[in-house]
């Protein structure tokens, strides 16, 4: 059973660029989470999606963005980069309710 | 808001050591996920506690949902090199998955490294 996969797992780009990353979930789950891990800050969560709704928001400008598609998968957009948002993305699918979340192995953005 | 203080924030380990790590919040949680995270890859998912008191074992992980639920404790006995790497405690934000789910609130973790 394939896991959550990102892509990319690498990515450089330049201040006021703009990003999309992209997430496939497990088969059959219709939730997916998409969280932020840097040093200072750890892991935060940005959004949630279910069913192709944003369930859920966390505290970031709205520079972040997402969505998800009618297969589950999902992407992330972030426009006019900064160099604060250099970090790794995380996505993470469940099939919903307490059952847990696997995460991928994320995307490593840097902003330079 | 909410957060979780994990203790110690780092440790150094000698193989066949016995490991534990706890994660403490001020508010209540009804589920405790602890998760393993490696150099450049995603967490990974180790142990799940769903119930106060309970005491759930994965391997040589081991891992205590607190009475006061605002507590959670894990384990390791018997500590192998590939024990090594973050281990991060979580909750679901609003404290149970009822609340606001899929927005995880995560410890700062605790770091195992191998002892020089």
């Known amino acids: 059973k394939a896991g959550v996969t990102q892509t990319p797992r690498y990515l450089i780009k330049t201040r006021g660029q703009q990003v999309t990353l992209s997430c496939s979930p497990i088969?059959?789950?219709?939730?997916v989470s998409w969280y932020q891990q840097t040093p200072g800050q750890g892991l935060q969560f940005l959004f949630e999606?279910?069913?192709?709704?944003?369930?859920n928001k966390g505290n970031f400008p709205g520079r972040f963005s997402g969505r998800q598609f009618s297969n589950s998968r999902s992407e992330m957009n972030v426009s006019t980069l900064e160099l604060g948002d250099s970090a790794l993305y995380l996505c993470?699918?469940?099939?919903?309710?307490?059952?847990?979340?696997?995460f991928g192995s994320g995307t490593r953005l840097t902003v330079v | 808001g909410q957060q979780l203080n994990q203790s110690p924030q780092s440790m150094f380990i000698q193989e066949g050591e016995d490991v534990s790590m706890n994660c403490t919040s001020s508010?209540?949680?009804?589920?405790w996920l602890w998760y393993k995270q490696d150099p450049g890859e995603g967490p990974v998912l180790l142990i799940a506690?769903?119930?106060?008191?309970e005491l759930t074992s994965n391997g040589r992980l081991t891992a205590q949902f607190g009475t006061t639920r605002k507590d959670s404790f894990l384990n390791i006995s018997a500590s192998i090199p590939s024990d090594v790497g973050i281990y991060f405690c979580?909750?679901?934000?609003?404290?149970?998955?009822?609340?606001?789910?899929?927005?995880?609130?995560f410890g700062k973790g605790t770091k195992l490294s191998v002892k020089p």
């Open positions: 993470a699918s469940s099939l919903g309710g307490d059952r847990g979340y696997t």
């Open positions: 088969s059959g789950h219709r939730s």
């Open positions: 999606y279910f069913s192709e709704t944003q369930r």
């Open positions: 508010s209540i949680f009804n589920t």
């Open positions: 506690l769903y119930k106060a008191g």
């Open positions: 979580a909750g679901p934000s609003g404290g149970n998955y009822g609340g606001s789910q899929g927005n995880l609130i």
